[in-house]
């Protein structure tokens, strides 16, 4: 299969060749139909975007993971998911990527690495979350713990509020890229991160994890995912929303709360390789502002969504 300049659809799919930004065939897991834009050299050897029912992936073949996944999760959407058993669904190959751009079982085989979600099979039972088109290279001990929490968390806004916009994925920083083991064909992202938009109060924000053990987290504005990645999650929204101060849950890990560390220092890291951002005002952050802010979350006042 070749990559596709127009949309073409196959078993209820929808595959599609993206430029950094542009129409979509999965409009309904994007906020206001506007997939995110994405300025980066991971593109350089092509994309597609794949349509599932429950959320949207859009993949770079010099990765063989997607650059992102998006969902439109709903309060209806998590409650019906809640205690369905995954007894039988085994990962597998996406078999509707080019099959250069597909990664491979054996790839992933004794890698030391788990297979890890980005649109996640408790948000909405749908089997089709165990595509490998849906999964990074991700650490044991964070994919388990840390980021289990958030992704708990994020459901609990969806709940809470009724519906939530969600923009997940891995960021790349190390050059050359680090790749697994078995054959060095799918890239390991050095951190992940995860957007999310609430209609009901208009706020905005990213948890952003290093893909190690740990349990340390950070919670930027969209504005820095963007100039840390180059993933502009969500740009139907306004710049004043985008470069807010963000006021993040704590992840619930296993009933647990976790507090933002300030050990993760992606606002003083170089921009992304395309970003145009490194001069921007938006990012010149005082100090005063950074240790308000986690002064902030060690008090335990967090203004949830």
Same mark, same amino acid.
Request: with cysteine; charged share 20%; net charge negative.
């Given at each position: +299969?070749?990559?596709?300049?127009?949309?073409?659809?196959?078993?209820?799919?929808?595959? !599609?060749?993206?430029?950094?930004?542009?129409?979509?065939?999965? *409009?309904?897991?994007? /906020?206001?139909? !506007?997939? @995110?834009?994405?300025?980066?050299?991971?593109?350089?050897?092509?994309?597609?975007? &794949?349509?599932?029912?429950?959320?949207?992936?859009?993949?770079?073949?010099?990765? =063989?993971?997607? /650059?992102?996944?998006?969902?439109?999760?709903?309060?209806?959407?998590?409650?019906?998911?809640?205690?369905?058993?995954?007894?039988?669904?085994?990962?597998?190959?996406?078999?509707?990527? *080019?099959?250069? +751009?597909?990664?491979?079982?054996?790839?992933?085989?004794?890698?030391?690495?788990?297979?890890?979600?980005?649109?996640?099979?408790?948000?909405?039972?749908?089997?089709?979350?165990?595509?490998?088109?849906?999964?990074? *290279?991700?650490?044991?001990?964070?994919? =388990?713990?840390?980021?289990?929490?958030?992704?708990?968390?994020?459901?609990?806004?969806?709940?809470?509020?009724?519906?939530?916009?969600? &923009?997940?994925?891995?960021?790349? =920083?190390?050059?050359?890229?680090?790749?697994?083991?078995?054959?060095?064909?799918?890239?390991?992202?050095?951190?992940?991160?995860?957007?999310?938009?609430? @209609?009901?109060?208009?706020?905005?924000?990213?948890?952003?994890?290093?893909?190690?053990?740990?349990?340390?987290? =950070?919670?930027?504005?969209?504005?820095? /995912?963007?100039?840390?990645?180059?993933?502009?999650?969500?740009?139907?929204?306004?710049?004043?929303?985008? !470069?807010?101060?963000?006021?993040?849950? +704590?992840?619930?890990?296993?009933?647990?709360?976790?507090?933002?560390?300030?050990?993760?220092?992606?606002?003083?890291? !170089?921009?992304?390789?395309?970003?145009?951002?490194?001069?921007?005002?938006?990012?010149?952050?005082?100090?005063?502002?950074?240790?308000?802010?986690?002064?902030?979350?060690?008090?335990?006042?967090?203004?949830?969504?």
């Amino acid at each position: +299969m070749k990559l596709m300049t127009s949309s073409a659809f196959l078993f209820g799919l929808s595959l !599609t060749a993206l430029p950094a930004m542009a129409s979509t065939s999965c *409009p309904a897991q994007y /906020l206001n139909g !506007t997939p @995110p834009a994405v300025v980066s050299p991971l593109q350089d050897a092509g994309t597609v975007e &794949v349509c599932y029912p429950e959320f949207a992936d859009y993949v770079a073949a010099r990765t =063989r993971t997607p /650059l992102y996944a998006a969902e439109h999760l709903t309060e209806e959407q998590v409650e019906a998911a809640r205690g369905v058993s995954r007894k039988g669904i085994q990962f597998h190959p996406d078999t509707h990527l *080019p099959s250069s +751009m597909q990664a491979q079982l054996s790839d992933y085989s004794r890698s030391g690495y788990d297979r890890g979600h980005l649109a996640n099979w408790a948000d909405s039972a749908d089997p089709d979350s165990f595509t490998l088109a849906n999964i990074v *290279p991700q650490d044991p001990n964070d994919n =388990r713990l840390l980021w289990e929490g958030i992704e708990e968390t994020t459901r609990a806004i969806a709940e809470n509020e009724g519906e939530v916009y969600v &923009v997940s994925g891995p960021i790349y =920083r190390t050059t050359p890229l680090t790749s697994l083991k078995n054959g060095g064909r799918v890239a390991v992202p050095d951190y992940l991160y995860k957007a999310i938009y609430v @209609p009901a109060t208009g706020q905005a924000g990213v948890y952003i994890v290093r893909n190690a053990a740990g349990f340390i987290w =950070r919670g930027f504005s969209l504005e820095d /995912l963007r100039r840390f990645s180059g993933v502009n999650a969500f740009p139907a929204l306004p710049m004043s929303v985008r !470069t807010s101060t963000p006021h993040l849950p +704590m992840p619930n890990m296993r009933g647990q709360v976790v507090p933002e560390s300030a050990d993760l220092p992606a606002y003083t890291a !170089t921009p992304f390789a395309g970003s145009d951002s490194s001069d921007d005002p938006a990012f010149k952050i005082s100090p005063a502002v950074k240790g308000e802010h986690v002064a902030a979350t060690l008090r335990h006042i967090f203004r949830h969504f």
